[in-house]
């Protein structure tokens, strides 16, 4: 299993980002995955998840700003992150539960500064 992280940067306050989340080394289409997040000094916290019907659902700081969504042809899965705040600033990860592991990504940087 896989997962490579592509997309952050440093962006303006009220500024958007699309991050990308690249599988493989398991059949993509059945397993649902989740956006991560941990920002300095805080915990690791989940940020968004689609299941394998493109069923949604998000932690409500990021509801109504972040859009997450996946391509099943191109084993991707896409976080649009939108109205952007300093407190989003933090290295997200995408993850997915595959027989009873979790997986994650190295992560990608998303710093929010003016």
């Known amino acids: 299993v896989q997962l490579v992280e592509s997309g952050g940067g440093l962006v303006q306050p009220g500024g958007s980002l699309r991050l990308s989340c690249a599988a493989s080394g398991f059949t993509f289409s059945r397993y649902g995955i989740r956006w991560y997040r941990q920002g300095p000094g805080k915990e690791r916290e989940s940020v968004a998840i689609?299941?394998?019907?493109?069923?949604?659902a998000y932690e409500d700081s990021v509801k109504g700003r972040f859009t997450i969504s996946r391509d099943n042809t191109k084993n991707t899965v896409f976080l649009q992150m939108n109205s952007l705040k300093a407190e989003d600033t933090a290295k997200y990860y995408c993850?997915?539960?595959?027989?009873?592991?979790?997986?994650w990504g190295q992560g990608t940087q998303v710093t929010v500064s003016s």
């Open positions: 993850s997915v539960l595959y027989y009873g592991a979790r997986y």
């Open positions: 689609i299941g394998i019907g493109g069923t949604t």
